[in-house]
């Protein structure tokens, strides 16, 4: 299973767009990338899922670099509640998710 | 999206004893769900995958005999925490992909709440 390397933490403001980059040097063919959001207490929330260049919902973008060994999961206009821990994931279909460490956002007023 | 439930949120037991969890799909089936622990600042980490009419799989490290699962209907998972310690206390979270929304070909799961277990 490929490994993921992000920031154990980012700090910002609110109304800021916030990237959160993510390494995933030996992902394979037929993974795709994914992003979750995880609150205290709470199961993670799916945000975004890519498998190359750009991809845009209504509350993130994903972009991705032809080589795809890694990912950038862009925040627009961050709020409070924004604060939380996302996870990058790598993994094709029919496999259980293997979480990394994380990156906890803190959004500051 | 499709909802993953999960009962209770939060119990407290005494060491010892048993306590069992359960996790629903509630508008979708699964055939496999998957169950993770995660302790408080850290990560989630697998512990095993529920397959619906067979036997879990469990991760390295993890003791069947003491984290029982049963994974009787493609809606309904349950993991039984036996002769629970303090050790075990955690935030278990279960997991289950729509087979049918194109979640299977696309990895995305869908997240029960989680239960806190707290073991005196």
């Known amino acids: 299973l490929a490994k993921t390397t992000q920031p154990i933490s980012m700090d910002s403001y609110e109304g800021q767009e916030v990237n959160i980059t993510c390494s995933h040097n030996n992902i394979a063919t037929n993974d795709y990338i994914t992003w979750y959001q995880q609150f205290p207490s709470q199961g993670p929330r799916f945000i975004i899922q890519g498998y190359k260049t750009k991809v845009t919902n209504e509350v993130a973008s994903l972009f991705i670099p032809a080589d795809r060994k890694s990912s950038t999961l862009s925040l627009p206009r961050v709020s409070l509640s924004d604060t939380a821990v996302y996870y990058c994931l790598v993994n094709n279909a029919g496999n259980m998710l293997t979480f990394g460490g994380g990156t906890r956002l803190m959004v500051k007023p | ?120």
Request: glycine residues 8%; contains cysteine; hydrophobic residues 35%.
């Open chain 2, 1 to 120: 999206g499709a909802v993953v439930s999960q009962h209770p949120s939060r119990v407290i037991c005494k060491s010892g004893t048993s306590v069992k969890i359960e996790c629903r799909s509630l508008d979708f089936q699964a055939t496999t769900m998957f169950w993770y622990r995660q302790f408080p600042k850290q990560s989630l980490m697998l512990m095993a995958t529920s397959n619906e009419g067979s036997k879990a799989t469990y991760e390295q490290g993890v003791e069947k005999d003491k984290f029982l699962i049963n994974h009787a209907s493609l809606t309904l998972s349950t993991l039984t925490v036996t002769s629970a310690h303090p050790e075990d206390s955690s935030f278990y979270i279960c997991s289950a992909r729509d087979q049918l929304a194109g979640g299977y070909n696309t990895g995305e799961l869908f997240f029960g709440e989680g239960s806190r277990l707290t073991v005196l």
